[in-house]
């Protein structure tokens, strides 16, 4: 393990569900982010958390709603997901958000919305 | 258009052989690259980090090559084994935590 934690790490949810994925990290880092890694492309950056307070917000749909409560726990919470919101949803923590050190991934929740 | 290409896109190499993936990125400024590498299903793990003061760096049977002036970079893998087939990712950090991801390289190792 990395230290990063996600649970479920499978998850298939129809569109109507309301689901939430847990991420947690002993590492002492004071920054978490999710990110959205689809097949054959990039990841992409879709929250920021410095602090728990959410430094950045890549335009994501409002159907996903993260929540930060303290600097160890980070949620993302779905609701009335598409198809195309099938995807892996990886968590990851750093040191603090000025910088990268210590960036870690967790090992991802692979969602699949039917 | 993204600001870290890889290529190629997949390969399909034999157990014992060596491999070389590129990444060519346009990210300015730059602060450090990195390769990861992540195994199906699960999240990318780092495999080497480089500032750009560094030419080469190694880890294992991984060694990773920088030229900051042609805005290259390469991954060699050596004698690969079964266990090296996965996803390689380059990942260039600009400043802070905003990283630019490449699509990844799809590495086989076949017995």
């Known amino acids: 393990e990395t230290g990063v934690t996600q649970t479920p790490r499978h998850l298939v949810m129809g569109m109507t569900n309301k689901k939430s994925l847990k991420c947690e990290q002993h590492l002492g880092h004071n920054a978490m982010y999710w990110y959205k890694q689809s097949a054959k492309k990039p990841l992409e950056l879709m929250f920021v958390y410095s602090l728990e307070e959410r430094v950045e917000n890549n335009s994501v749909p409002s159907r996903f709603s993260p929540e930060c409560p303290n600097s160890s726990h980070l949620f993302l919470h779905l609701h009335t997901l598409q198809p195309e919101d099938s995807a892996l949803y990886l968590c990851a923590s750093s040191a603090e958000t000025g910088n990268d050190r210590g960036y870690t991934f967790g090992s991802g929740t692979r969602l699949t919305v039917v | 258009k993204n600001q870290v290409e890889q290529s190629p896109q997949s390969l399909i190499i034999l157990e014992g052989k060596n491999c070389t993936l590129q990444?060519?990125?346009?990210?300015?400024?730059?602060?450090?690259l990195r390769w990861y590498k992540q195994d199906t299903g699960r999240g990318p793990v780092s495999l080497t980090i480089?500032?750009?003061?560094?030419n080469t760096k190694s880890n294992g049977r991984y060694t990773a090559t920088l030229d900051a002036d042609t805005k290259q970079s390469s991954l060699h893998i050596t004698a690969s084994q079964l266990s090296d087939s996965a996803s390689y990712i380059c990942v260039v950090s600009k400043d802070g935590y905003k990283l630019s991801f490449g699509a990844g390289t799809t590495v086989t190792v076949r017995a």
């Open positions: 990444c060519n990125y346009t990210v300015s400024p730059f602060s450090n």
């Open positions: 480089m500032t750009f003061s560094e």
